[in-house]
């Protein structure tokens, strides 16, 4: 039985978990870096220990010290929320060995699926439609090369240990594929520590759509319907919606299908997300599933009205899954934009800082996930997100007023403070957004094509 649960994160995602264990019943415990000292979870866990100083290499990615933090608050589960160590096998096997619950997949599932090259693999077996690439990490510039030709150009060069879109560059040519199999190799080198790539063919103006997946430890594994996260700036995701508004009924039920089938090929336990491009001609393919919970998980929860977190808890206990996929229900539109402390007109240069003033928007059809208060202190330490503002509604266009209105009403303030909510409105009232027309290349050509004025902070 889980009584009480360390949650190995901070900000947001760590807010959320204390009041999913809240609800349950069962005991929170937060830890935190000297920088988070003042911070939420903190102030609302059960308990809170401070297991370093601010930065993450020292804090929330040491994974000694977080169990040390186990042992003395005698967890029965940890949480390990998203980034951080949420995808660290090795994190997971730790809190095997010591008889502590990890909540999420297997730490062999983790491995698996986190080696995006050992993951097409495993997922090709179970005939789940693939983008064309290498079978596997290719060993060298030039075996890539011939990859590429085989493949045809353009093609996109990948890190298999990437994630946050970084170690992946585009390659158009032959001439230019030298260069940006290098410069992936580098990045992928100094981010993940290990610089081996693997080639996909580059589908152009595809959309991101994913598939969100629950499965207990008693063999049942269902979808709970896609995100769409096209909306994306460098890969990385803005905006998100569900349903898309780009699926038919049709498409829903085989990518659905095929998102379990990756998760059965998987051996997969608790949450998970099978992530799909899907071209203009409504083809779809896997490009990697993560093994864990994800930042948008809310839209779901607003569309379905299951609540994740709670669920990969009572999952977590051996509980069976509270809902089949026939008593899953699809009743609402919902929408979701990363708030973030970041300059719109500076290249998004994020703006660390104090807030003074910090006013979330409310009423009918509203949801702020937030862990920022009027006072608090945004750290250069971390990510540069404020809150996760969603909206939603019987039909995409009631959400969609209602994020226009929610956004009109927020207000975060502070001496340097500059955010993205301009740039989000700016995006909400433009006319191929509103269409449902936003593919990944949207974020680039809305840039190109839209007057700084329009998306300027006010200070
Ligand atoms: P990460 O794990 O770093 O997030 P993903 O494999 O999930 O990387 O890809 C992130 C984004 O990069 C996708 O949503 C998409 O916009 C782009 N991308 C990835 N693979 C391809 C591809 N083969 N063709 C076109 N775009 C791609």
Do not use: W
Not at 44 to 63: F, R, T
Not at 102 to 119: H, L, N, Y
Not at 261 to 268: I, L, N, R, S, T
Not at 291 to 318: C, M, P, S, Y
């Amino acid at each position: 039985m889980i009584r009480k649960v360390l949650i190995a994160n901070r900000g947001e995602i760590a807010l959320r978990v204390i009041r999913a264990c809240r609800e349950l019943g069962m005991k929170s415990v937060a830890i935190y870096s000297e920088a988070d000292e003042d911070s939420l979870p903190v102030q609302l866990a059960d308990e809170a220990i401070c297991i370093g100083p601010p930065s993450s290499q020292d804090s929330y990615l040491k994974a000694d010290r977080i169990m040390c933090a186990a042992e003395i608050a005698n967890v029965d589960a940890i949480h390990p929320g998203y980034g951080f160590l949420s995808e660290n096998a090795d994190f997971a096997e730790q809190c095997e060995r010591c008889n502590i619950t990890f909540i999420g997949p297997k730490s062999s599932t983790i491995r698996q699926m986190g080696d995006k090259a050992v993951a097409r693999e495993t997922v090709n077996k179970f005939k789940v439609p693939m983008v064309p690439g290498s079978d596997g990490p290719v060993e060298s510039e030039s075996e890539g090369l011939k990859v590429a030709k085989e493949i045809g150009f353009p093609v996109i060069v990948k890190a298999v240990a990437g994630g946050g879109g970084r170690g992946m560059r585009v390659a158009h040519n032959a001439a230019s594929f030298g260069r940006e199999f290098e410069t992936a190799k580098a990045e992928a080198e100094k981010a993940f520590g290990n610089g081996q790539l693997y080639i996909e063919k580059f589908i152009e103006s595809p959309r991101h759509i994913e598939f969100q997946i629950m499965a207990d430890h008693h063999g049942k594994i269902v979808h709970l319907g896609e995100r769409d996260c096209s909306v994306q700036r460098r890969h990385q995701k803005i905006i998100e919606e569900a349903p898309s508004p780009f699926l038919t009924p049709e498409m829903r039920k085989a990518m659905g299908r095929a998102a379990i089938k990756a998760a059965q090929a998987a051996d997969y336990q608790n949450a998970g997300t099978v992530e799909f491009l899907v071209d203009a001609k409504r083809n779809f393919y896997f490009i990697e599933m993560n093994t864990r919970i994800q930042v948008e998980h809310g839209v779901t929860e607003e569309v379905t009205g299951i609540d994740l977190v709670k669920e990969q808890l009572t999952i977590a206990n051996g509980d069976k899954l509270s809902f089949d996929q026939r008593s899953i229900k699809f009743q609402r539109h919902s929408i979701e934009c990363r708030i973030c402390a970041e300059d719109p007109v500076n290249n998004f240069l994020p703006c660390p800082g104090d807030i003074d003033l910090y006013y979330a928007p409310g009423g009918h059809g509203v949801r702020v996930d937030s862990h920022v208060y009027s006072g608090y202190k945004i750290s250069p330490y971390y990510d540069s997100m404020i809150s996760k503002l969603m909206t939603f509604g019987r039909t995409r266009e009631l959400a969609l007023s209602r994020m226009e209105r929610a956004l009109s009403e927020y207000i975060v303030r502070g001496k340097h403070m500059r955010t993205n909510i301009p740039f989000c409105q700016a995006i909400i009232k433009d006319p191929v957004f509103r269409a449902g027309k936003a593919t990944t290349r949207f974020v680039e050509d809305f840039l190109a094509r839209t007057p700084k004025e329009l998306f300027t902070p006010q200070d």
